[in-house]
């Protein structure tokens, strides 16, 4: 099973590298394929964390399973970086875990959503400072007005799980928000903070980023 001969306290794999479905920066100007976010798991001294589950339930079974080695009803804890649908689609297979998400994005989407999604949303706790010991949430908003990343260290290093605070390589290095950003000045202020304060940059739809190859 993942992490379990690993002496670190926040062990952590990627489950699913994400892509977007357009990517203005491989001078895509239309959708090429269905969006898929970057979905990682993380092993703390509160059990398993999945950030962002990013295929549909029936699927994450077996992506669980072949990546990290566990079972669904092994993963204690979820949190959202933001509310979009590709970054919850797999919330359904954790019934039994608590969801997380800041409160400021659960505010933000009360008045915006109806039916199943306001169900969805109503399930979720806010994941304020402390809701986990050694992961700290840290505000990057601009893609979403709460969007939040997940700070904490791991081997030495600083790692960022900053969702769609940074979607990819190319959008980190031109400090670039999404076209669909709520304030892209703010994205960029976010950008530039996670840059500053992590070592390893986990981004919403890439594999993970080392500030000294950027």
Same mark, same amino acid.
């Given at each position: 099973?993942? @992490?379990?001969?690993?002496?670190?306290?926040?062990? *952590?794999?990627?489950?699913?590298?994400?892509?977007?479905? /357009?990517?203005?920066? *491989?001078?895509?100007?239309?959708?090429?394929? @269905?969006?898929?976010?970057?979905?990682?798991?993380?092993?703390?001294?509160?059990?398993?964390?999945?950030?962002?589950?990013?295929?549909? #339930?029936?699927? /994450? #079974?077996? &992506? +669980?399973?072949?990546?990290?080695? =566990? +079972?669904?009803?092994?993963?204690?804890?979820?949190? =959202?970086? %933001?509310?979009?649908?590709?970054?919850?689609?797999?919330?359904?297979?954790? #019934?039994?875990?608590?969801?997380?998400?800041?409160? $400021? $994005?659960?505010?933000?989407?009360?008045?915006?959503?109806?039916?199943?999604?306001?169900? %969805? &949303?109503?399930?979720?706790?806010?994941?304020?400072? @402390?809701?986990?010991?050694?992961?700290?949430?840290?505000?990057? #908003?601009?893609?979403?007005?709460?969007?939040?990343? &997940?700070?904490?260290?791991?081997?030495?290093?600083?790692?960022?799980?900053?969702?769609?605070?940074?979607?990819?390589?190319?959008?980190?290095?031109?400090?670039? @928000?999404?076209?669909?950003?709520?304030?892209?000045? /703010?994205?960029?202020?976010?950008?530039?903070?996670?840059?500053?304060?992590?070592?390893?940059?986990?981004?919403?739809?890439?594999?993970?980023?080392?500030?000294?190859?950027?």
């Amino acid at each position: 099973m993942f @992490g379990m001969d690993d002496k670190d306290p926040h062990a *952590w794999i990627i489950l699913t590298i994400g892509h977007l479905s /357009m990517n203005k920066h *491989w001078g895509e100007t239309e959708r090429k394929r @269905g969006p898929l976010c970057t979905c990682t798991l993380i092993r703390t001294p509160e059990g398993l964390l999945i950030v962002d589950p990013s295929l549909q #339930p029936p699927e /994450m #079974p077996k &992506l +669980l399973m072949d990546q990290a080695g =566990v +079972l669904p009803e092994e993963v204690r804890h979820v949190f =959202v970086t %933001h509310f979009h649908g590709d970054h919850r689609f797999g919330l359904d297979a954790f #019934p039994h875990a608590p969801w997380w998400m800041a409160p $400021e $994005e659960i505010e933000y989407w009360k008045p915006k959503v109806t039916g199943p999604e306001a169900v %969805h &949303l109503a399930r979720f706790r806010p994941a304020v400072p @402390g809701f986990l010991p050694g992961i700290r949430p840290v505000p990057a #908003p601009g893609h979403t007005p709460g969007t939040t990343a &997940l700070l904490f260290d791991s081997k030495g290093k600083r790692v960022a799980v900053a969702g769609d605070a940074v979607m990819t390589a190319d959008f980190l290095r031109a400090r670039e @928000g999404f076209h669909n950003s709520t304030d892209p000045g /703010m994205a960029r202020t976010s950008i530039d903070a996670l840059v500053r304060d992590a070592d390893i940059i986990i981004p919403g739809h890439d594999n993970y980023i080392s500030r000294d190859l950027l």
